[in-house]
């Protein structure tokens, strides 16, 4: 049985190369044939084909800039149960070295049909590693649920832009957006594995009347990294409202309370 890991181009930036080799070869796993590439955006939309490029514009937009900024290498895997081994070896790496979204190293196919359309079109670069994946289910992924089309509201390269440098270290808290009234309440936010990044961000650019959607998209992420974190604080009717809104949007891991200041 076959599967793959791509190593991302922070994973060759970082050196882990050789720690990615050892934690496949503690699987029980063997490296049959392994290839540089370099990944365009037609590849991401390809290898990605749960986003839209109109209802998930952030997703499309940091991705292109992760996957399109350098070189990847793609690791062809053979041993048994090795769909399973590589997702295992995925989870893995990504405790130790991930730092975000779009810094967490490595990548395996979670769903066969995703193996076979990812694999075929990463590998097949030399005689030993041509269509090494049958297709055996459908190999779409679902589209993810969609966010507004966020280049009506900003400038998606200048955004990108500007908030790579500190996705591609460990997240800082963001400071809570403040809402009417004294900083008495706040809203809470954890993440929603339901949610696409464009869903999720959409749901807080629309409960936080006036936060900058980059604002949005930070609160976002570092709420979903530590969970219970609070992305606004007001009166209580303020964030009641936004908590409303939240829910509106479908957001099920989200709550309000107290707002205690940092020491």
Request: with cysteine.
């Amino acid at each position: 049985m076959n599967a793959f890991l791509l190593l991302k181009p922070d994973c060759l930036r970082r050196g882990l190369t050789r720690d990615v080799e050892r934690t496949v070869s503690r699987a029980g796993l063997r490296i049959t044939c392994r290839h540089r590439l370099d990944l365009t955006p037609d590849d991401t939309r390809f290898l990605w084909s749960e986003y839209t490029d109109s209802g998930h514009v952030l997703a499309r937009a940091f991705l292109d800039r992760y996957l399109c900024g350098g070189p990847s290498e793609v690791l062809l895997l053979s041993g048994p149960d090795a769909f399973e081994k590589a997702r295992q070896v995925k989870r893995s790496v990504r405790s130790r070295h991930a730092m975000g979204l779009f810094a967490n190293v490595v990548h395996a196919a979670e769903r066969p049909g995703e193996l076979a359309r990812q694999g075929n079109r990463l590998a097949g670069h030399c005689a030993a590693c041509s269509s090494p994946f049958p297709v055996s289910s459908s190999e779409l992924n679902p589209v993810r649920p969609a966010g507004v089309d966020f280049r009506e509201h900003a400038d998606i390269a200048r955004l990108v832009d500007e908030l790579w440098p500190r996705l591609q270290v460990d997240l800082t808290p963001p400071a809570p957006f403040r809402l009417a009234g004294e900083p008495v309440a706040a809203v809470y936010l954890g993440g929603d594995r339901d949610h696409s990044l464009d869903s999720a961000v959409t749901a807080v650019w629309r409960a936080l009347p006036g936060v900058p959607v980059g604002d949005a998209l930070m609160l976002n992420l570092y709420a979903g990294r530590v969970g219970g974190y609070p992305i606004a604080v007001g009166g209580h009717a303020a964030v009641e409202q936004a908590y409303r809104v939240l829910r509106d949007h479908g957001i099920r891991e989200c709550g309000t309370g107290p707002y205690r200041q940092p020491a």
